[in-house]
């Protein structure tokens, strides 16, 4: 989208923090609509990358690269180490960029976010070989129309590992102000700290307990069973009848728990919801996008 940065074009940032206009490349207005696909970990300059950071660098074309960088002090690229910014001005100038492009979409049609918890290194992705091994297991894939809220739940769930790497994590978070990033998007109106986060990765777990059921509450071995073909095709019959049930059972289960909610809505709009990853995740989250 920003292959000739002379054709770059700019957002407002209205409120910002540190920086009242954002850069990307003119391609961006082709689109109405956005799935944003992050690999969370670490990160040596904003402390980690998640959604945030994916919505100000990650759509910013090389002069907006730099703007964000530099806080505002300049659109050249050679200029980014010279006259790169504090660890706050960075990570406040990344949340008022993110809020600029999250208000596009909005205005346009929508946006939703994935983050991905797995190889969870201290670094970046763009150190390529050189990152070191992830030392976090993997967690798994969040998803939410909410990327300050997705963001918060990531690190949140980093918090409550016990792993080599947490502490080494969490300390790079903290002292490279990455956090910073979250509160100050969510000052700006995008999104919120506060989150319901909902698990739809169970069902390993109610299949096993159903198949259990299902062979305890069968006939015994030669009672009430008919011989021969007609025999087995009744009781495969009977089968996929009691498999029919049993779906039926998860899906009402399924609605009820997405109806009810023992979490109360604590923020000013509707708190970001987070969805464990299930293989239908991506395909559903894109067929929504298909117009």
Same mark, same amino acid.
């Given at each position: 989208?920003?292959?000739?940065?002379?054709?770059?074009?700019?957002?407002?940032?209205?409120?910002?923090?540190?920086?009242?206009?954002?850069?990307?490349?003119?391609?961006?207005?082709?689109?109405?609509?956005?799935?944003?696909?992050?690999?969370?970990?670490?990160?040596?300059?904003?402390?980690?990358?998640?959604?945030?950071?994916?919505?100000?660098?990650?759509?910013?074309?090389?002069?907006?690269?730099?703007?964000?960088? *530099?806080?505002?002090?300049? !659109? +050249?690229?050679?200029? #980014?180490?010279?006259? =790169? $910014?504090?660890? %706050?001005?960075? @990570?406040?100038?990344?949340?008022?960029?993110?809020?600029?492009?999250?208000?596009?979409?909005?205005?346009?049609?929508?946006?939703?976010?994935?983050?991905?918890?797995?190889?969870?290194?201290?670094?970046?992705?763009?150190?390529?070989?050189?990152?070191?091994?992830?030392?976090?297991?993997?967690?798994?894939?969040?998803?939410? *129309?909410?990327?300050?809220? !997705? +963001?918060?739940?990531? #690190?949140?769930?980093? =918090? $409550?590992?016990? %792993?080599?790497? @947490?502490?080494?994590?969490?300390?790079?978070?903290?002292?490279?102000?990455?956090?910073?990033?979250?509160?100050?998007?969510?000052?700006?109106?995008?999104?919120?700290?506060?989150?319901?986060?909902?698990?739809?990765?169970?069902?390993?777990?109610?299949?096993?307990?159903?198949?259990?059921?299902?062979?305890?509450?069968?006939?015994?071995?030669?009672?009430?069973?008919?011989?021969?073909?007609?025999?087995?095709? =009744?009781?495969?019959?009977?089968?996929?009848?009691?498999?029919?049930?049993?779906?039926?059972?998860?899906?009402?289960?399924?609605?009820?728990?997405?109806?009810?909610?023992?979490?109360?809505?604590?923020?000013?709009?509707?708190?970001?919801?987070?969805?464990?990853?299930?293989?239908?995740?991506?395909?559903?989250?894109?067929?929504?996008?298909?117009?």
């Amino acid at each position: 989208m920003d292959e000739d940065s002379s054709q770059d074009i700019s957002f407002n940032v209205d409120p910002y923090n540190k920086i009242n206009v954002t850069y990307a490349g003119k391609n961006l207005l082709n689109y109405d609509s956005c799935v944003v696909l992050s690999h969370f970990k670490g990160h040596g300059m904003g402390g980690y990358g998640g959604a945030l950071k994916q919505l100000s660098i990650g759509f910013a074309s090389t002069q907006g690269k730099t703007w964000i960088h *530099t806080a505002g002090a300049s !659109l +050249d690229y050679k200029q #980014l180490f010279p006259q =790169k $910014a504090s660890d %706050e001005d960075f @990570t406040t100038s990344m949340a008022d960029a993110a809020s600029a492009i999250v208000k596009y979409f909005k205005s346009k049609g929508d946006i939703v976010y994935i983050n991905v918890m797995v190889n969870i290194s201290l670094s970046c992705d763009c150190a390529g070989k050189s990152a070191p091994a992830p030392k976090i297991r993997d967690i798994g894939i969040l998803a939410s *129309t909410d990327p300050v809220a !997705l +963001d918060m739940a990531c #690190l949140d769930l980093i =918090k $409550a590992t016990s %792993e080599e790497g @947490t502490q080494e994590f969490l300390d790079q978070v903290a002292r490279l102000d990455g956090e910073n990033t979250i509160y100050k998007a969510e000052a700006l109106g995008i999104g919120t700290t506060k989150y319901n986060l909902i698990n739809i990765d169970e069902d390993g777990g109610e299949e096993s307990e159903d198949e259990s059921e299902g062979s305890e509450g069968g006939e015994k071995e030669g009672e009430g069973s008919e011989g021969g073909e007609e025999g087995e095709r =009744k009781e495969g019959e009977r089968e996929e009848e009691k498999e029919d049930e049993r779906e039926k059972e998860r899906e009402d289960e399924s609605e009820d728990e997405s109806e009810t909610s023992d979490e109360p809505d604590t923020s000013s709009g509707n708190p970001g919801s987070f969805i464990g990853w299930n293989y239908n995740l991506i395909l559903l989250v894109l067929l929504l996008f298909v117009k």
